[in-house]
């Protein structure tokens, strides 16, 4: 007789474990095509360059900045046709819609959508605000991110399935003066996040929401070094984000490894938000 475990089945008791397999689908995106926003973003272009690396096809939304495209086209063309370029204002749904065309047209499918696009960022105290600020950083975030999901869900629902991933920021956890529209913007948007979860889960698609803290790139040169040393210090990791750090986030939202994921909100910022004060001293 056998010193093997037996497994109980269908007679009786838990159902029988099912052997482990690779399934090397779990980290091969070569099957889906990604419609990208702010894929210029130092960001966006991290996340591409990941999505690229393992088979994705995708379309590169973008607004601003067509030199990163460009430098990202000409490393991507060896590998013919797994990155499509496209100029969109996410706030018009017209050009939204146009992208979706074109990405049906170029590559018969959508199967994801990361919606990454942001409008430029300053700090102002609340009293220097006009409403125009707050309407400048909601037209990009929560109305992008209306239009966009509004352009690919359609496709999903037929399909029964689909991938919804937000760019947001994890502000909210520690708020910041000066940047009180901004915030508003993604405390909106990670709600609309929360209630698409909710209603589409059903049908196949899941959303979720990666939120960033503080992102060395190029584009962070106005925090002097002083205080990028004190936010690392206040870290557990002690460093601050990279884009790829980022980018490998939205690789796991985009695949299988996060099928029983939906309606979270990751906060990825080194533990800076558990408001870290000093080492463990016993």
């Known amino acids: 007789m056998s010193d093997r475990p037996r497994r109980r089945g269908a007679s009786g008791g838990a159902p029988e474990t099912p052997p482990v397999e690779r399934d090397s689908r779990m980290i091969n995106l070569s099957d889906r095509v990604v419609i990208l926003t702010g894929s210029s973003s130092p960001v966006g272009e991290a996340i591409a360059r990941q999505l690229v690396q393992v088979g994705a096809r ?3 939304g973008y607004n601003r900045r067509l030199e990163v495209i460009d430098r990202l086209m000409k490393d991507l063309e ?3 046709g797994v990155g499509m370029p496209y100029s969109v ?14 990405a049906l047209e170029q590559f018969g499918r959508v199967d994801t959508l990361i919606h990454n696009a942001n409008a430029p960022i300053d700090r102002h105290p609340f009293l220097q605000r006009t409403w125009e600020d707050y309407e400048t950083q909601l037209e990009v975030m929560l109305k992008g991110a209306f239009n966009t ?6 496709e999903m629902i ?7 991933v937000f760019i947001l920021n994890a502000m909210m956890e520690r708020p910041v ?17 929360r209630d698409l979860a909710n ?3 059903e049908l196949g698609i899941n959303v979720n929401a990666i939120s960033p803290g503080f992102t060395l790139t190029p584009e962070t040169p106005h925090a002097p070094a002083r205080v990028q040393k004190a936010l690392a210090a206040q870290t557990p990791l002690r460093r601050l984000a990279q884009p790829e750090d980022i980018a490998r ?3 796991f939202f985009c695949s299988d490894l996060s099928s029983f994921v939906t309606g979270e909100d990751l906060t990825l910022d080194g533990g800076y938000h558990f408001g870290y004060t000093g080492p463990f001293s016993p």
């Not at 204002?89 to 074109?102: G, I, N, T």
Request: net charge negative; proline share 4%.
């Open 58 to 60: 995708v379309v590169l």
């Open 177 to 193: 003066p000066g940047y009180s529209a901004y915030t508003t913007a993604v405390a909106a948007t990670k709600g609309f996040a």
């Open 199 to 201: 209603e589409v889960g």
């Open 158 to 164: 037929l399909r029964r399935e689909g991938r919804i």
């Open 249 to 251: 986030a939205a690789l």
């Open 89 to 102: 204002d996410v706030a018009s749904r017209r050009s939204v819609d146009a992208m979706m065309d074109y």
């Open 149 to 154: 999901t509004q352009a690919v869900l359609e």
């Open 78 to 80: 060896p590998m013919e």
